[in-house]
């Protein structure tokens, strides 16, 4: 039947579509903060906001050499649809690198993606129903929340200590989560590195969390984009090398070589690599082969471990630069991480303050970071926010936090004079959707 | 609670976490006509299966030097993470592109996606859900049955004629479906160069289709990765020219540049693209930088039209090749569709003849195809078959085309000493997941 004229016969002004879409979709609203990052991404801003990796310190004229290598040997390949479980000597070679965790796998049990974002929403998509519940580390990665919001999971947070997420929180929760009669269906966790925690497992710590969950019964996901990025040169062993069966272990070439060719891979059990191959094919048929076979003649060709330590000096040189910055401007009652490798500070502001409630002001000071409640599904994190250094040079990072020094300095004392800075002031949300690319 | 020792801990021995998959992955299941399909790329088979572009048709120089070209000049984009919805540079391009086709949209209409692939997996995903229906022709994109599958929506088939999607099946369809009290989410349609049929819908069909879906207020998705490749040189309008609301448009580079790099796009009302861009986001975070400006540099420097032209010739002559065999080598009561452009021929056996039961025989026989029932949700199709001349030379499709033909012959042979070719005899089902890259 034709709508009533005069109206758009698709529905409301607003959106005319708005009533079609699916449930998922009611909930995916673009965060707020996306418009201040519009403002941050300005020159004159110093944005410790976005984990953007350092490619200047990637040699353009290697990349571009050895695209032409490839072209030259595997054109035909590289241009063609492929395997939707990706490249074969590709897979072997991530075999390779994963050693150096390591972890053992057959070129089979890896399934190539695109990015390791998308080998969270295809896991997510695989085990989750709406209305599951995971576990995940309080503070998480913002992009892996997002998938799970999307598919409708609940997210129970567990708490963090020093050395990662803490064991007697996950048995406490585990334990809460049974009495309601509810098993997770998997617990993900960023052992090394932490993003947005700057922290590591120790051995022990790893070894603990594996035997929780093992006893459990329950799944774990293993995230590692930054596991080659430690500032001392050692790589810690992943859980995944303690177990092939309860583990799926997700790494990444974004750190190691360069995020814009998207190329990522799971590592996981035989029944769940087929699911996974599965909803890849259905997802994008097959992950790009120009990007994959690029990869693969760089790994082959070029001294890729050495780029790696390039690598690490200059986000060690960023991470040392942030630190010494942080000692010099920060007032006192502010605490923060000391990461050992990968992008991240975790910085808590003193007692009463609010992160998200800060930003537009951290902005107008022309430095932007990420408000910690963009790390948590239920609105935690207000006390916190998270300062990125993979991208800035080290000057620019010091005068970003001075200037954060200075906002922190102004907020605390504006909050002595009236006593609080709570409702009153125009605040925005982090909450909703994934905030986007240009703060992973 | 630990499980009884000698048992995993995750459940059965053949895949310990068969418990815990989410409800949408219990239908996820290997099509059995993989397996043939292994033995069909074996290079003594001639493969009429897969729709793979002939990219040795491109000048593996040109794409080195763009690449080359694309590294000096924008290196540190393409290496960067980026928009979700993808590079505003690129997505000017894609408008005056599909300007060819009649559509003017605003860049910020376009959404670039890992092939037009992912463009249904995202559209799918934002408008369905689990129960949902959407209408499809009957036979359809059999990548695209596998996401109507994957997000668990039911989907009805509408008959086609020689001028594609019937509008008296879709009235009529659409009456049933208003009489069970349902709305489809969608009408998804290939109107040119059809995917598997070989048909295209004129423009008064087109019209026809578009005021019926607009008075029933159902949206229509424009499939159209083969839409520049006419042989004739003429480019049909698309459906989208004539309403910029009620249509998403998908398009794609597989066809007139390579499918290797994945890009593809949608054009969609404004709604619509901001949740496609944040479900793009959750799905991969951002399409590969690295693939976008290789393309969009492609299409700035290079004569990509007349790259196009060469295309249109390499598969015209391919077309006019299966043509001609079939004439030559089908038996009696043989029909096929004459496409005008496109990869595919739509074959009808003999009365009583199943391609799907027939396919062993055939890879025996060292040719391969698609049979029918691939391209239908239901099971139907078993009558037909899919062929597609877009890989081998003319003389390997001749040849090909000569040893179907004497599969077909033996087959009726059988038929008509013993009857019927029915039940007794082993088969194969084409059902379950998407079938892979391979049968694209």
Redesign the interface.
Known sequence: M??PSGE????NR?????A??????HG???SEIRSLFAVASRPEVVSLA?G??N??A?S?ET??ST??NM??TR??????????NGDQRLREQICEMVGLQGIAPHPDDVIVT??S??AL?LIT?????PG?VIIAEAPSYV?AL??F??YQVDVEHVAMDEHGLNPEALRETLKTLAAQGKTP?FVYTIPTFHNPAGLSQPQDRRMEILQIC??A?V?IIEDDPYGLLGFDGHIPQAIRSHDS??VIYLGSF?KTF?????VGWAVA????R??LT??A???????????QL?ISTYLDTQPWMDQIKIFREVYRERRDATLEALTQYMPEGTTWTHPTGGFYVWVTLPEGMDGTAMLPRAVTARVAYVPGTAFYINGDGRQSIRLSYSFPEPDRIREGVRRLGGVINEELKLMHTFGTLGAARPSVSSQG??P???V?
Do not use: N, W
Not at 125 to 129: A, E, K
Not at 258 to 262: D, N, Q
């Open positions: 034709a709508p758009s016969p698709l529905g607003l959106d005319p579509h708005l079609r879409y699916a449930k998922r979709t995916m609203t673009a976005g953007m990796p490619i200047a990637l353009m990349v571009s695209v032409a072209l030259a054109g035909q390949v590289a241009l063609q649809y492929g395997s939707g695109v990015g974002q998308m929403d998509r695989i085990f989750c129903d599951d992009g997002g998938v919001r999307a269906k093992q006893s019964g799944l069966d309860g974004s360069a995020a814009g060719i998207r059990p035989h029944g769940v087929e699911k599965l909803a094919e259905s997802a994008v048929l097959c992950p790009p082969a120009f990007s690029t959707s994934t986007g690319p240009d992973v």
